[in-house]
């Protein structure tokens, strides 16, 4: 067997996931030999023999390529972005809009695009200024690319005024504003991009859009895991569950390297919940306790290991050229290499990890409120049965939240439809996907933020209190009093969720965590 990586392995596929999104934020300049090499693919195509057919650039695009181009360049390429203006729905956000452009400008400036060098550069220029187009989320089949997307982009970057295009501006606060595309590229003082055919067709050809979903939700995902293992931990710990289900003996023997990882998260924070390093269960505790705890390692050692794989697909994707055609060593290739099926199928990956976390924390909160296994507490966690409800309420809406979530999880690709003149006949849908998927984790998260309250008031009930400065439960315990009374929890629930959200979503999962009383790590546990 080979020995895991090491947490410190550049290769590593959440490393690779991490950086890429680290890159994006940052000033996009060409090295050297990319410069070179758009500009040699640009003379190269440039000076073909007309007789040459060549796709969207002597000859139309989709179904139409048999008919003549427009002979206007110029003409041709904002024709293209203009019919695919037709997205709809809520805007992709605006982090994951300018992460999209950076890898479409990335996959250009590996040379095989030919695009013209000053439209690369005045792109990568609005990039770096700041500019970030108002893209629909809506209307994809990351098929041909993310066509419509991506044509929404391409029109705010031209400041097409004929489709209304937007860009997003961000204030002192950090807050987001829509406003007038040619007016944000006035005030940066930029002009716009000016589109010919080959390189309008190059920025719409690819799968930019669902990839930078996929990857801002992969890190989220990774987060999301992180903080149901602590959290997993802190319910053992508080209730006097065993803690032989995650000695590392017992995950040895398993060899699955991100069962270790998550039993070594739950036992550091099971240790630093004041259980010290014994292994027995309580004196009112089973000898085996209920899944949702006692495999609560496998489980989320499952989805590590898995977003290992989805990040490594991914994190490829995003170093690869998805255009067509392609230039590869002077020779014009036709062929298929913007179809999203690696992205769709890591979406839908995606989809049964955030699944699998969220059912495992549902599954959790319903054991801490039910006195049959919490211990003898109180119903629903109220010090008051009967004349107060205490957690009912947050219960039933974490129910209707995984319900929600299990609806938006069915595959996207099993549910293509043949179109463009049946051009388009197998389609990945993968966009769809990821939209589903950002949709599911942030319920994830709502059901974390319920289960969150619930155990800060077990907490309560039990007298338990954490000394140690900047621990998520001391921060929990002093903004979310005790549920004495009745009183709606509904932004508790939120603000408990964005509190967890902004605390591990920092961290890559190879990082120590901020709760970790151990040097155990992602890959260096099974090592």
Known sequence: MPLPRSSDDRRSPDTLVRDLLDRSSAPLEPTAAEQDRMAAAHRTLAGLDASRRVYGVTHGFGPLVDHPADPDPARQGIGLISHLASGQGAPLPPDVTRTMVWLRLRGMALGHS??????????????????????????????????????HAALACAADRADSAQAWCQDAEGGWRREDASAALAALGLPPVEWEARSALAFVNGSSACLARALHTHRELGALTRAAAVVTGRTAALLGASGEPYEDALQRVRNQPGQRTAAAWIRAERAASGTGSGTAPGPDRPLQERYSLRCAPQVLGAVLDQLDLQGSVLADE????????????????????????????????????????????????????????????????????????????????????????????HPASFTAVPTNLHNQDQVPLALNSANAVAEMAERAWWILGSLLLAVNQLAHLTGHRDRAQGRLWRELREEFPPVDQDRPLAQEIARAAGLARARFLPLAVTDPGPDATTTDTRRTAAA
Do not use: K, M
Not at 129 to 136: I, R
Not at 141 to 151: E, I, N, Y
């Open 318 to 409: 995003a170093e690869g050229c998805s255009d067509n055609p392609v230039l590869v060593e002077d020779t014009v290739l036709h062929g298929g290499n913007f179809h999203a099926a690696p992205v769709a199928f890591a979406c839908e990956t995606h989809a049964s990890c955030v699944h699998q976390v969220a059912y495992l924390l549902e599954r959790q909160l319903a054991l801490v409120l039910d006195p049959a296994v919490n211990g003898g507490l109180p119903p629903l966690l109220t010090p008051r049965p009967g004349a107060g409800s205490g957690f009912a309420g947050v219960q039933i809406a974490a129910s209707s939240h995984l319900g929600r979530l299990r609806q938006l999880g």
């Open 114 to 151: 030919a695009v013209a060098p000053e439209t690369w550069r005045r792109l990568a220029d609005l990039v770096n200024a700041g500019f970030v187009p108002v893209v629909p989320s809506e209307g994809s089949l990351s098929a041909s690319g993310d066509l419509v997307p991506l044509a």
